[in-house]
């Protein structure tokens, strides 16, 4: 006799852990030629907009990016 396999399709969904809020974390990241200074990881905009005025008037470096991070947790859907 040969083995057999059963095969299980599931559907998933990715979002905040449940029961909490989603939290995020926004850094600001230069992206003046040779530099990738970046802001410290903070829950408002208000730091890192700071730091990245700050920074624009210290080296003249104009372009920065913006990183949001979110922790995301990804669950198998409920069979109906």
């Known amino acids: 006799m040969s083995p057999r396999s059963v095969l299980r399709f599931v559907e998933w969904t990715i ?21 990738g200074e970046e802001s410290e990881p903070s829950t408002s905009h208000i730091t890192p907009d ?24 990804a669950t198998p859907k409920e069979p109906r």
């Open 15 to 35: 979002g905040a852990p449940r029961g909490e809020a989603p939290q995020t974390t926004i850094v600001i990241r230069c992206l003046g030629p040779g530099c």
């Open 50 to 73: 700071t730091w990245a005025l700050q920074h624009a008037g210290k080296t003249g470096h104009t372009e920065f990016e913006e990183v949001a991070r979110c922790r995301l947790v």
